[in-house]
C-alpha cells in the first residue's frame, strides 16, 4: 500500500512538471485539481484511521495540521450527514478562484461524515513557468520523503492499536480514566482557543455497595457492564465519549455542548439506565426497585466560564453530591 501511494505521489509530481513546462495554463490548473483530489483522499484515510479508534480529538488534530501546512487550502470542514458543521478551518480572504472536494467517510454506527476542501486557485492562475530541472529534483525528494511519510503512517496505525488498548477499561470496555484525563484537557484548551462550550456529566450509581452485597462482586461487575453500555450507546455525536472514572462511577466529557443541551443529554443518561430495568438490592432507590444513577452537570462557556479542566470536575462533582442529597436518580447542574 505504502508503494502504491508513493508511486502515485511520483506520477502526479513528475506529469505536474511536464504540465508547467508546456506552459499549457490549463494543465496547470487541472495538475493542481489532481493533486488536491489526491491529498483529500489521503488526509480522508488519515482521519478515518483515527475515528475507526474513537479518537475524534486526533482526528480535529490532523485536520488542524494539514490545514496550516497546505497554504493552497481556502476552507477545510467536516460536517455530518445534515449539514451540521462539525469542525472549520477558514482564512479571511474568499479566493476569485476556487475548486472543493468532498468525500464521505465511514463513521461507525453514526453514520457518513463528509469532508470538504476548498482549494485557491489564484496563485495557479498568475504562476510563472518553472525550471524543469528544479521540478523534477524536487518530484524525486518528495517522492522519498513521501515513502517515509506513508511509512510513518503506517506504523503509527499499528501503534494507535496497542495504544487504544492501554485507553479501555477492561471490565466495562469504554474509555478509562487514564484516557478521560489527558483527552479532557486537550478538548479545554481546544474549547478556550475557539470560544467554543465544553460541558462534563460526572455519573455515580445509586446504592452500588448494596447491590454488590448482596448479588455478588461478579453480577456487580455485570451490572457495572450493562450500565457503560447503555451509557455508551445513548451518546451520538462525533467527539462525545464516557470512561469509567473509578469503581461505579462515570465520567462524559461533551465538546460544544452548552449549558441547557448537557441537562437534556444527561437526562437522556439516566433514562437508558431505567430502561435496562436492572433489579436493586434494598427499596431504597426511587425508581420501584430497580438500578438508578444519580448525574451531576458543569459547562464551560461565555456565560459560565470556568477557570481550569480541574475545576470543571470539581463542579460536575458537587452537583452530583447535590443530586446524590436530593434523593438520588435525578440530575443536578452546578
Known amino acids: 500500500m505504502n508503494w502504491f501511494y508513493t508511486s502515485t505521489v511520483l506520477?502526479?509530481?513528475?506529469?505536474?512538471?511536464?504540465?508547467?513546462?508546456?506552459?499549457?495554463?490549463?494543465?496547470?490548473?487541472?495538475?493542481?485539481?489532481?493533486?488536491?483530489?489526491?491529498?483529500m483522499l489521503l488526509l480522508a484515510e488519515m482521519i478515518q484511521i483515527e475515528l475507526l479508534n474513537n479518537n475524534y480529538t486526533a482526528a480535529?488534530?490532523?485536520l488542524e495540521k494539514w490545514y496550516q501546512q497546505h497554504p493552497s487550502i481556502y476552507e477545510i470542514k467536516i460536517q455530518s450527514k445534515n449539514d451540521f458543521i462539525l469542525s472549520r478551518f477558514k482564512k479571511d480572504n474568499k479566493p476569485e478562484i476556487s475548486v472543493n472536494f468532498k468525500h464521505n467517510i465511514q463513521y461507525g454506527y453514526r453514520g457518513n461524515i463528509t469532508i470538504e476542501?476548498?482549494?485557491?486557485?489564484?496563485?495557479?492562475?498568475?504562476?510563472n513557468h518553472k525550471d524543469i530541472f528544479y521540478l523534477l529534483l524536487i518530484s524525486i525528494i518528495i517522492t522519498l520523503a513521501s515513502?517515509?511519510?506513508?511509512?510513518?503512517?503506517?506504523?503509527?496505525?499499528?501503534?494507535?492499536?496497542?495504544?487504544?488498548l492501554s485507553y479501555r477499561d477492561q471490565l466495562?470496555?469504554?474509555?478509562?480514566?487514564r484516557y478521560f484525563d489527558e483527552t479532557l484537557h486537550q478538548e479545554w484548551h481546544r474549547a478556550s482557543r475557539t470560544h467554543q462550550a465544553l460541558s462534563l456529566i460526572m455519573i455515580d450509581v445509586d446504592h452500588f455497595k448494596s447491590y454488590n452485597d448482596k448479588f455478588g462482586h461478579q453480577t456487580g461487575d455485570i451490572c457495572l457492564a450493562n450500565i457503560a453500555r447503555a451509557l455508551h450507546k445513548t451518546l451520538k455525536r462525533p467527539g462525545e465519549f464516557i470512561a469509567r472514572y473509578g469503581g461505579?462511577?462515570?465520567?462524559?466529557?461533551?465538546?460544544?455542548t452548552d449549558h441547557k443541551h448537557?441537562?437534556?443529554?444527561?437526562?437522556?443518561?439516566?433514562?437508558?439506565?431505567?430502561?435496562?430495568?436492572?433489579?436493586?438490592?434494598?427499596?431504597?432507590?426511587?425508581?420501584?426497585?430497580?438500578?438508578?444513577?444519580?448525574?451531576?452537570?458543569?459547562?464551560?462557556?461565555t456565560e459560565h466560564i470556568i477557570d481550569t479542566p480541574e475545576t470543571l470536575i470539581k463542579n460536575a462533582d458537587k452537583a452530583l453530591y447535590q443530586a446524590k442529597h436530593a434523593g438520588r436518580n435525578n440530575v443536578q447542574s452546578s
Open 117 to 127: 476542501i476548498t482549494n485557491n486557485l489564484d496563485d495557479i492562475s498568475h504562476k
Open 147 to 164: 515513502g517515509e511519510f506513508f511509512w510513518i503512517i503506517e506504523q503509527k496505525r499499528h501503534n494507535k492499536i496497542l495504544e487504544t
Open 172 to 177: 466495562t470496555e469504554i474509555y478509562n480514566r
Open 11 to 39: 506520477i502526479i509530481l513528475l506529469s505536474g512538471s511536464f504540465y508547467i513546462s508546456s506552459g499549457k495554463h490549463q494543465e496547470n490548473i487541472d495538475l493542481f485539481k489532481n493533486q488536491s483530489k489526491q491529498n
Open 248 to 256: 461505579e462511577e462515570f465520567a462524559v466529557v461533551l465538546p460544544n
Open 262 to 301: 448537557v441537562k437534556l443529554i444527561a437526562e437522556m443518561l439516566r433514562q437508558a439506565v431505567l430502561k435496562l430495568s436492572i433489579p436493586v438490592a434494598t427499596g431504597k432507590n426511587s425508581a420501584d426497585g430497580i438500578v438508578t444513577i444519580s448525574l451531576g452537570t458543569a459547562t464551560h462557556d
Open 60 to 62: 480535529i488534530n490532523i
